[in-house]
């Protein structure tokens, strides 16, 4: 397939994966929660490492915003198992072989597309234990553990894609060094949430939206300049 069939399909897969993001904080559940449901508080859940994170989240047990706040996480963690992780893991695939001309032998390409379907296991951990922690937020025994394997996992999987693909951005026929600079951005995101995940999260949050949005933006530019050069 020729890299302006994977460009394309880079950008409906973005596309979708813009939208799905979008779709969160429209969700009934998350509307109906209001004030109760702080803004990084799906981050914060995912990050929890005991039961003060877990208050510090959700509330005290006889809060009357718990009950809505655990409706809303559950809402959010659903459609993410539904579409997001699908959607994101795709874009992640897609774009490993659009930044490849569609070359899937490379070996940074191949190190990507499993990197990303791994990052999508470990998230598929995450959510699942998230799913189940809501259920026992007062006793949470030893699933703490393993969301934060899958959280962690997640975010340093996905960092080690964006690393991968900006080798393939320099290592191509026609190298895209400023698109490769970019894409180097999410491992310092992470970095800084493992040292402060409470405050630095927002950082680690903004090095992959910028990363993949100049992904997306490179990809609407090669799917536009391959078109006037066919016509």
Known sequence: MSGRFWAIAT????????????AFAMLPEVTAAGECFARGAVVQFEF?????????TFGEPESACRPQIVNAMDAVNHLDMLAFIPAYTLFGICAALFLANGVWQRPLVIIAIGVSLLAAAADYLETTTLLALTQTLDAPGGLLQY????????????????????????????PRYILGAVLMLPPFGVAAAAYDHVTLSNVMAAGFTVAWVALLVMAVVSAVRAKGARA
């Open 147 to 174: 969301s934060q394997l899958g959280a962690w996992s997640k975010f340093a999987l996905l960092a080690a894609h964006a690393v991968f693909c900006a080798g393939i951005c320099y290592t191509s026929d026609k």
């Open 11 to 22: 950008i409906v897969a973005g596309l979708v994966t813009l939208g799905i993001s979008v």
């Open 48 to 56: 929890a490492r005991n039961v003060a994170d877990l208050v510090a």
